[in-house]
């Protein structure tokens, strides 16, 4: 560049060509030559670098700076041709319009990148990017640590809860089997208040009820012996007087029936009753249980009927057997009109157990009446004796009790106006059992 000034200012002032100053020394015009091609290789191997960078790479910010800088350099390259085309023989208006348009690009050029200087000095370096990039990873290796540390936290955490919900869970559990079993305890109380309470009523229902039938007997008792001894009707031999003495037997005899069933019943309750099963002879006792009652039977003119399975054996306590009968009996012959009948049956029942049955033509009774004659002192069981004839209806609440400690059942079937049939079910022998 600085050669081809110096031409043109030579030229242009008169001086003597260029190529005539440089006569005489080829080398250095084929130095100069050489170079100027050379630079203007470089030149032009620069901006096809710089376009080839922008057309490939679309994502480089400010591509027409990087356009605008090629078009620079190709130019300066361009006016490096020219010296070595012209060199010879200069063409000085081709290479002052080149030149021409080599400073105003230039101009441009700088004019754009001078604006550009604070954002280049601004940008992060490779350096700087190298630190940030190690930063980085040394805050994401301490945030990996972290939510390592935070896992583990966590997971300890995790299990802390639920072994403080399992023992929560058991807890609650206890409290609430602790609950439940004071519910059943509360239940089982009160239960056991109003069976006491119940029993105070009845027993009180019964002393009521019963006290008529206490007092007559004992009133008939006195008030004939007072008779007898007044002489009221002249000297002991006088025939009313028997008839007296057979009253105060029958009245003796009924008040020692009530106070033995009240006693019976009352033992039993208080567990102190307790019993010997062993082989009896059903048939036996049976007949001599009629036999105790053959004044009733023949008075009322009631058939007998007695049906035994010798083939069945029976193993019961013998005077339970014989309290037990005798209620059934005695209730059988009370309860059946005059005329009627009443069976006894022996007979087997399931597993070798033995079923003895009780069959009346009598009255019968409802499902309510039999709930009251079932329970111990109960008051239908109280009144339907009163109104019958003598009894204290405390027979069928004895039965029962006897049957269970035999460990046995009891059963009754009963239809008002045709009868009732009572089944009693002693377990097989002992040795039929083993």
Known sequence: MLSGAL????????FLPHAFCLTGNSAVIALNITSDLAIAVAYFAIPAFLVLLVLRRRDITLPSTFLLFSAF??????????EAATFWEPVYVLQGTVKAATAIISLVTAMTLWPLLPRLLGAVSPVQLHRVNLRLSEELRSHAQTESELVRFNAELERHVMERTADLTRANAELEAEIAEKQKIAAQLAIARDQ???ASRVKSLFLAAMSHDLRTPLNAIIGFSETILSESFGPLGHARYLG?????HRSGHLLLSLINNILDLSKIEAGKREIEPGPIDGTDMIRS????????IEEKRIAVELTVDPAVEIEADDLAFRQVLLNLLSNAVKFTPPGGRVGVRIAAASGGAAAVEVVDTGVGMTDEGLRGALEPFGKLGVMTARREGAGTGLGLSIVRRLMELHGGSFAIDSVPGRGTTVRLVFPPPARQVA
């Open 7 to 14: 031409d043109w200012l030579l030229k242009t002032d008169g």
């Open 73 to 82: 350099i190709l130019l300066c390259g361009l006016t490096h041709v020219i």
């Open 196 to 198: 006491a309470e119940e």
């Open 244 to 248: 007296y003495i057979e009253d105060i």
């Open 289 to 296: 249980c009629l036999r105790l009652m053959k004044s009733e």
